[in-house]
Structures are given as structure tokens and as C-alpha cells.
């Protein structure tokens, strides 16, 4: 195991001449030594372009999403929750507005899991670090607790001077009003995680008044927690150091795949550059360092393809307004592919391959398992039976000689309606069926209630056949008077002993 420590280098230059906010502010995270290095606080600058404004429209949708859902109603008849999703634990239902899922499907969830994960894959060959760019939560909380502390403390150069300077009221009420607006918004994003496991309405004024149940407590005291801890103190270190999904993408990338790219062709060799100068025999980039001061991450995109980069288009922004001032053309830094880069490089017309052997396996599994989820829950039985045969006594044999079997059916009715079953037996000569109380010979019927599992007894009587085995295989068939059937398979037990 290797052990990789940063250092940052000074110069004697840098070390005899002031230093400035930013500088301090180093300095002071540096501190005094010892084998790892303290968080060095990053302070990106807002810039504005077309990246950063997908990244706000993002930010809005699926925060609303995730905080509107819980309250989406969706009528279902009877006792059942009318909220549209909800995980259920009680009654141990999986609610989807017009789809619920029952724990013995959990191969449904399953199939979900499996296709967001090949879903993720494709896009991340295709397009590089998308999802942790524009649609991951820590992202998105990030970039909201950010935005919170801009208007608090400004934007970079301000909150730097303010972590720079001493106490006093004026740092005490801006830093303080920060923490307490990202707690605020930590307890909200803890709040609503816990309305998707109840509903929304009912569990609102019991958490008020104390009556929730004390996992409601304990859920939105961990979530409040993690967020603003995640989200305000640790950023960009959940996702280099705690996420693992930086160091499983490397598999999915491949020459072709497209990522937030510095066109070394086009901006080598760099420098700084002044108004009226020649750009003959120099690259565009200028040196500012404003794809590095905007990174969220604190890399520089300029030293090729880092683990850290999580592909937000952000210095894409910063470097196309620094090529706008100087009347250079934009996209000097840009999503384009390795390959790409080095075809220029070489005088060639680049080559973009969105078909290839990989991506095609990935879509090819996505479409399969999509598929085969979909057809799943298309055709997926509105009722269920399983079978249990009664183990002690397994028969008895009654005064007439005949043998009879005792069977506990459970019934699962999988709609929003009651539905009212017939139970058939089958694969016993001579076999008479009957409900417990009830006289042989007529059909044994059960209504089992909507979204509810239903126990039916029912015993099984036979005549003893001369040389027939010791078990009998046999069937359980239910219909439902709007037509859905379905059957299981048993056993008919005792006739050897009779012979």
C-alpha cells in the first residue's frame, strides 16, 4: 500500500514577498506538518455560460423532485396509502403510483438496480463523468451549500479574505448565518428522505408532537447530519477519497469517450499575452489559470485526464469567457476525446466513435434487462398461491377407512379490489374438497381482501387405492371470478399405510 502525501513547493521568492489572502489562507491549512496534509479549503469562482446554466436547471429539477415526490397523491381504494411512492416497511409494500411490489418480488428491485447500473456504464463510455458532474447528490448539495455561502461571504476572492481575516462581528454573523441556513437545509433534506418510508401527511404533525416512530428521529438526525457534513465541510474529498465509482469509471473510459478535454494542440505553448501582441507561434491559452480557480475540484484540467475531475463543464465556462475577451475562438477547453486531440495534434481530421464494442454491450445488456423487467411486471400474476400440507399429523385416517389431508393455502390478491376465488384440487382419484365446518362435496370459495395476503383451510379426503404409492403428487388450482388463475403443486399422503 502506497501512502501519497502532497507538499506545496515555495519558492524563496514566494517566501520573502507578502502574502495575500489566498496565500494566508494556505498557509494556515498547511499547517505545521505531520504525515497527512489538512483539508486545503477550495474556493471555486461562479462563472456563467452554457454549462454552469444546465447546471442550475438540473440543480432545480431534481432537488424538486426530491423534495415534491413524497407529497404526490395517488388514489388506491380502501385502507391502502394514497401516496403515489412509498416504501412501506409496515405493511411491507413498495408503493409506485399505479405499480406495488411485494418483498418476495424483490427480484423487480433488483432488475432496477441492474439497469441504472448499466445505464451509468453506457453513459459514463460515452460521455465521461456525467452523472457526478450534473445529477450526483453530493454534487447537487455541494453546488446549493456553495451557492449559500456565496451570499453570505461573496464570491471567491471575498469568502478568502473573510477565512483570512480575524474575528469580528462582521465575519461572526456571515459565517454563523451560512451554518445555520446549511443546517436549515441539511434537516429539510433529512425531513423529506423520511416521508418516503411514511405517509407524508400523517407523518408531518407526528414528528412535530413526538408521536413519529423513533426511526422517523433517527433517519433525519443522520441524513441532516451527513449532508451538512458531506456537503459543507468535506466536498470535493467524498468524492476523491470516499466514493468509489472515481476508480471503477477508469474501466468504462476508453480513447473515444468523451470528457472535459484541454485541446493541448490549439493552446501549447501558453503564456501570458497582451493587447496588440502577435499570436503567431504560441498557443490561445494565456495562462490566467481560470479553468483552475472555477474547478469545484481544484485540479487543472490543463494536466490531462485526473481522477478528480467529475466532468461539470465548468472551467469549459471560465476558459470561453477568457477566449471572448482576448478574440480568441472558444471551446480551448471543451468535451472531446483523447483521440480527437491527438488526431489534430497530427494534422489529421478527428474521429468520433459513439459505436463501439463496449458501448454496444452496454446497450444491448441495457435494452435486455429493461426488456425483461418490463415484461416482468406486464405479465406479473394479480394473484399468488403458495401451498402448505399440515406436518404432524401428515393424515388421518377416519372411521370409514377413508384418508384425509389437511392444507393451509395462502392466497396473495396482488389488485385494489377484493376478489373472490374458487379453490379446485386435482390428481387424486376420487378426491373430496371441503372448507373445515363445512360439508364435502360443494366448492370451496374465499374473498380475499384487496393488496392482502388470505389463509384458507381446506382438507382433502380420498377412498385408499390398492397399491398406490406412499405420496401422490397433486394440484391446487385457484380462479378468481374475474377470470386470473393460478396453481401449485402438492402432495396427497397415507395411502400406502391403508393397503
Known amino acids: 500500500m502506497t501512502t501519497v502525501i502532497n507538499t506545496v513547493g515555495t519558492t524563496a521568492a514566494e517566501r520573502q514577498a507578502p502574502k495575500s489572502a489566498a496565500g494566508r489562507v494556505r498557509e494556515k ?3 505545521t506538518g505531520g504525515l497527512y496534509q489538512p483539508r486545503v479549503p477550495i474556493y471555486p469562482k461562479l462563472v456563467h455560460g452554457r454549462w454552469r446554466r444546465i447546471k442550475w436547471a438540473l440543480l432545480i429539477l431534481t432537488l424538486t423532485i426530491y423534495y ?4 404526490i397523491r395517488w388514489e388506491r381504494p380502501g385502507a391502502l396509502p394514497d401516496q403515489a411512492v412509498l416504501v412501506d416497511f409496515f405493511g411491507r409494500r413498495f408503493y409506485f ?8 418480488e424483490v427480484h423487480f428491485i433488483t432488475g432496477l438496480l441492474v439497469i441504472a447500473a448499466l445505464a451509468l456504464f453506457l453513459v459514463t463510455a460515452l460521455f465521461g463523468r456525467l452523472w457526478c458532474g450534473y445529477a450526483c447528490p ?3 448539495w455541494t ?11 461573496g464570491d471567491r476572492n471575498a469568502r478568502m479574505r473573510l477565512a483570512a481575516a480575524p474575528w469580528s462581528f462582521d465575519k461572526l454573523w456571515r459565517k454563523g448565518g451560512k451554518h445555520l441556513v446549511w443546517l436549515g437545509v441539511a434537516f429539510g433534506t433529512g425531513g423529506a428522505w423520511i416521508f418516503y418510508f411514511r405517509d407524508a401527511p400523517t407523518l408531518l404533525p407526528e414528528f412535530w408532537t413526538g408521536q413519529a416512530p423513533l426511526a422517523s428521529y433517527v433517519s433525519c438526525a443522520l441524513l441532516t447530519a ?8 468535506m466536498r470535493e474529498q467524498v468524492c476523491t477519497y470516499m466514493c468509489p465509482w472515481p476508480r471503477i469509471q477508469g474501466a468504462m473510459l476508453d480513447n473515444h469517450s468523451l470528457q472535459v478535454t484541454y485541446r493541448r494542440d490549439r493552446g501549447e505553448t501558453r503564456g501570458p499575452h497582451k493587447k496588440g501582441q502577435s499570436w503567431e507561434g504560441r498557443g490561445d491559452c494565456i495562462d490566467c489559470s481560470a479553468c483552475v480557480v472555477a474547478c469545484p475540484m481544484g485540479i487543472d484540467i490543463r494536466n490531462g485526464a485526473q481522477l478528480e475531475c467529475i466532468n461539470c463543464g465548468l472551467c469549459i465556462d471560465a476558459c470561453d469567457e477568457i477566449m471572448d475577451r482576448v478574440g480568441r475562438p472558444r471551446d480551448l477547453i471543451a468535451y472531446d476525446t483523447d483521440a480527437a486531440v491527438a488526431a489534430r495534434a497530427a494534422g489529421q481530421a478527428p474521429v468520433y466513435k459513439l459505436l463501439r464494442p463496449r458501448t454496444i454491450y452496454y446497450a444491448v445488456a441495457l435494452v435486455a434487462v429493461s426488456a425483461l423487467v418490463g415484461w416482468g411486471l406486464l405479465t406479473r400474476a394479480t394473484m399468488d398461491l403458495h401451498v402448505l400440507r399440515d406436518r404432524s399429523p401428515t393424515f388421518v385416517r377416519l372411521h370409514d377407512g377413508a384418508v384425509r389431508n389437511g392444507y393451509t393455502l395462502k392466497v396473495a390478491n396482488r389488485t385494489f379490489e377484493p376478489v373472490t376465488v374458487e379453490v379446485g384440487f386435482r390428481g387424486v382419484e376420487g378426491a373430496r374438497l371441503r372448507s373445515p365446518g363445512e360439508a364435502s362435496g360443494g366448492p370451496v370459495r374465499a374473498t380475499i381482501p384487496a393488496n392482502e395476503v388470505r389463509a384458507v383451510r381446506v382438507f382433502v379426503t380420498a377412498d385408499p387405492v390398492e397399491g398406490a404409492p406412499e405420496s401422490i403428487p397433486a394440484v391446487f388450482a385457484i380462479r378468481s371470478t374475474a377470470g386470473s388463475a393460478t396453481a401449485r403443486t402438492t402432495y396427497f399422503t397415507g395411502s400406502e399405510s391403508l393397503r
Do not use: C, N, S
Not at 68 to 71: A, I, N, R
Not at 143 to 153: A, S
Open 97 to 104: 403510483f399505479g405499480i406495488q411490489l411485494w418483498p418476495q
Open 68 to 71: 415534491v415526490t413524497p407529497w
Open 226 to 233: 451527513t449532508t451538512y457534513i458531506f456537503a459543507g465541510h
Open 29 to 31: 491549512a498547511k499547517g
Open 138 to 140: 453530493q454534487t447537487v
Open 143 to 153: 453546488d446549493l451549500y456553495i451557492y449559500i455561502e456565496r451570499m453570505f461571504e
